[in-house]
Nanobody, 117 residues
Framework: QVQLVESGGGLVQPGGSLRLSCAAS????????MGWYRQAPGNQRELVAA???????STADSVKGRFTISKDNAKNTVYLQMNSLKPEDTATYLC???????????WGQGSQVTVSS
């Protein structure tokens, strides 16, 4: 079992920044992928960014150049730095963990990000 604890969501004005954190604990394999999906009401869940333990990362085209994902392997913690936020970034952000080669996802509790003036 893997437990994920998220922090860092909130309300921010357009153009502002937020940083999300997600700390993993439990039975953590060395080969894993962590990242975030987001889901807004009425929208499909979207993969925002992901990073593996080798620091290879990817971000969705919708956030490229604005969001950066990073990882502290020693702390089993992944971060999502979100800059130049737009109202359309408003969503619940869900941290995930997956062992490489497994189809099982573990999920965080979700972090609400609201971008509004």
């Amino acid at each position: 079992q893997v437990q994920l604890v998220e922090s860092g969501g909130g309300l921010v004005q357009p153009g502002g920044s937020l940083r999300l954190s997600c700390a993993a604990s439990g039975s953590i394999s060395s080969d894993n992928i962590m990242g975030w999906y987001r889901q807004a009401p009425g929208n499909q869940r979207e993969l925002v960014a992901a990073i593996n333990n080798g620091d290879t990362s990817s971000t969705a085209d919708s956030v490229k150049g604005r969001f950066t994902i990073s990882k502290d392997n020693a702390k089993n913690t992944v971060y999502l730095q979100m800059n130049s936020l737009k109202p359309e970034d408003t969503a619940t952000y869900l941290c995930f963990f997956r062992t490489w080669g497994s189809s099982r996802y573990y999920w965080g509790q979700g972090s609400q990000v609201t971008v509004s003036s």
